[in-house]
């Protein structure tokens, strides 16, 4: 109602104070707007163009495999390997364009101006009083608690781009990854969110994620955590729960050393490839203070230089959100620091290189339920990239260790209907128990399920 004609507008803060330094000097150009009406008519020619191509690409094809089984059609071998060649090339194109970042050029949209550096990036519209609002809310929806069971309601994040991997062998293993988080969240009552939109085209890459999280929080009241997690991390403990009451006073949680912080001040004192966010207003404030190094273009390349004159040990390359939230929390340690919880008791974020191949020593000496290094509860394969062109590892073992990861976590599902993994490697199963009369025993016995106590309430 009311929004018949409504353009999303980006929003620039204007408000003093809280914001860090992003750049080295100052530089002019005029502030950026956008407008996002609906499917314009060019846009809607080109996708039509697009079909047609590829229902010329389906005759082809037809054409190819009738003349290869019932002998139609007079072509000569010259000209079936030109049809041939010409399909392929015309394939490869569409499949580049398919994969390009950008959408195609619109001329009925009026081109967009560069955003202006000497303007602090935001979000959106600044919201000073979430906690009352979200509050009023869960009192009028009661069949959306925050607390089920006495548990916190989770909402685990995760994603990836929206075009396809550079490699197919890449989508597989985002298969596999998302699997193994779907098992996880479906074994823990936990809910489970994938990504494939870029929600703020200033804030792509390592970024993508700050906008999402704030929308979901705004989105979905009723969750009391978000818990971000990146596409190439695995759960390996399927049995470890997260110790919520933990942070009862702590909105943030993240994996992190408290002497690599802030004694020295270390760019790898904390990942944020697996998190918890709190649903709340300093959450919200955290995310606004955050972001404003995340634009890309030269906020990006200007803030990725004061990240790396701060941070012991960083390289020199553009503002990532790891980096910059060390920095916001060094830099604005009495503001932040209070609600801050730097877990390293348990793997949150376990380094995939010193775990992957101690997997059977883990098997022989320990048990799932764990978290720790002995068991660790998350596998993060930082600096492999299996859906990218490039990487910090050999695309051989990073996809081999990621097999491991997989199988690793796979057999403690698989347990449970009597099955495991031949080995750490292959994708084969066997069966590791008979068929019963009784199979409740087993379910009483194996089922990674834990039966909460407590009734459905909400907490503010």
């Known amino acids: 109602m009311g929004q018949d004609n409504f353009i999303p507008q980006k929003r620039s803060s204007t408000g003093g104070g809280g914001g860090l330094p992003t750049t080295n000097n100052a530089s002019s150009g005029g502030g950026r707007t956008r407008g996002f009406p609906g499917m314009s008519r060019g846009r809607q020619i080109h996708k039509t163009f697009n079909n047609i191509k590829i229902t010329i690409l389906c005759g082809f094809v037809t054409i190819l495999v009738l003349r290869g089984t019932i002998g139609v059609g007079n072509l000569g071998s010259s000209e079936a390997d030109a049809v041939n060649q010409n399909l392929i090339e015309e394939t490869n194109r569409i499949l580049a364009e398919i994969r390009s970042d950008s959408d195609p050029t619109d001329p009925d949209e009026p081109p967009e101006t560069e955003i202006n550096p000497n303007i602090t990036f935001s979000l959106g519209p600044k919201i000073s009083d979430w906690d009352q609002q979200r509050k009023v809310w869960l009192s009028q929806n009661p069949e959306f608690p925050n607390f089920v069971n006495g548990k916190a309601r ?48 200033e804030l792509a890459g390592y970024w993508a994620k700050l906008p999402l999280i704030r929308r979901l929080m705004l989105s979905h009241p009723e969750v009391e955590w978000i818990w971000w997690m990146d596409s190439d991390a695995f759960l390996t403990d399927m049995v470890f729960e997260i110790p ?4 009862d006073k702590y909105n943030l949680v993240v994996h992190g050393y408290p002497d690599l912080m802030f004694e020295q001040k270390s760019w790898i004192a904390l990942n944020t490839g697996s998190f918890l966010f709190r649903n709340c207003q300093w959450s919200l404030d955290l995310l606004d203070a955050w972001a404003p190094m995340g634009p890309k273009g030269q906020i990006r390349e200007e803030a990725g230089k004061v990240l790396t004159a701060n941070l012991k040990g960083r390289p020199a390359f553009e503002a990532d959100d790891q980096s910059a939230l060390i920095y916001l929390l060094l830099s604005q340690k009495d503001q932040w620091m209070d609600k801050v919880f730097l877990e390293n008791q348990y793997y949150l974020h376990g380094y995939w290189a010193g775990l992957v191949d101690r997997y059977e020593e883990m098997i022989e000496k320990y048990h799932p339920g764990l978290g720790d290094e002995r068991w660790p509860f998350v596998t993060h394969f930082v600096g492999c990239k299996p859906c990218g062109s490039y990487g910090d590892y050999p695309v051989e073992r990073c996809l081999r260790s990621m097999q491991r990861a997989f199988n690793f976590a796979d057999n403690q599902v698989l347990k449970l209907y009597g099955f495991r993994h031949r080995g750490l490697l292959g994708p084969n199963i066997k069966r590791i128990r008979n068929e019963t009369v009784t199979p409740l025993e087993i379910v009483d016995q194996l089922d990674i399920r834990r039966s909460a106590n407590g009734k459905n309430e909400s907490k503010s």
């Open 154 to 201: 989770i909402l685990l994040v995760t994603g990836s781009p929206p075009n396809p991997c550079d490699n197919a062998i890449g989508d597989h293993y985002l298969l596999k990854a998302i699997k193994n988080k779907i098992d996880y969240c479906r074994l823990h009552g936990i809910e489970i969110v994938y990504n494939m939109a870029h929600l703020d085209r």
């Open 244 to 247: 919520l009451s933990k942070y």
